[in-house]
């Protein structure tokens, strides 16, 4: 297969890719799929996992920066790839929550209300906006084409450390009004 194929056969799968994950999160915020009567335990430590898998990813892209710039190609990419399997496990672990557990909403007369919602919605449009770029600036890394990668990593990567952080951002600021 040409490389002209294979990148879009690669942008083909990204974009399906992205929009599966998109389309699952609409569906479990339009609650479609029917819930289990019986919740197991172990669902109501998901946003608390959830949160470490987000804070270990802000320091990993922090350290595959460090290391980039130190010129060391094969840490970078471990460590790129260890924080992509975590973002995997999370993507598979905030499915699996939001699809069992009723939404907490922050209270309306609470003061950082304004704060919250404004962190969680460019939280939520960020996130859907950078897994194609991720996925992408992967697939260039691997493949080793240094300046595609650079181009899309000058977008993917500010935005992935942003929605990482506000990731456990948006949880500190509402696990204290879950109700399980």
């Not at 194929?5 to 029917?34: C, H």
């Not at 973002?87 to 929550?97: A, Q, T």
């Not at 300046?147 to 948006?170: D, N, S």
Request: glycine share 2%; hydrophobic share 55%.
């Amino acid at each position: 297969m040409t490389t002209n194929n294979q990148d879009k056969l690669v942008f083909r799968i990204v974009l399906t890719i992205s929009l599966i994950v998109f389309i699952a999160v609409i569906i479990l915020n339009k609650k479609i799929l029917p819930r289990p009567e019986i919740i197991p335990l172990w669902v109501n430590f998901l946003p608390k996992l959830n949160a470490m898998i987000n804070a270990t990813c802000s320091v990993l892209l922090l350290l595959s920066l460090y290391f980039i710039k130190q010129k060391s190609i094969l840490v970078h990419k471990k460590i790129n790839i260890v924080a992509f399997c975590l973002s995997s496990i999370f993507l598979i672990s905030y499915i699996v929550f939001h699809w069992l557990v009723e939404e907490t909403h922050y209270p309306e007369n609470a003061p950082m209300r304004s704060f919250y919602y404004t962190i969680l919605i460019s939280h939520i449009i960020l996130a859907a906006v950078v897994l194609p770029l991720i996925l992408l600036s992967f697939y260039r890394g691997l493949q080793m084409q240094v300046e595609k990668h650079k181009k899309l990593v000058r977008y993917a990567f500010p935005v992935w450390l942003y929605v990482t952080i506000t990731g456990v951002l948006v949880y500190l600021m509402i696990s204290p009004y879950y109700t399980f």
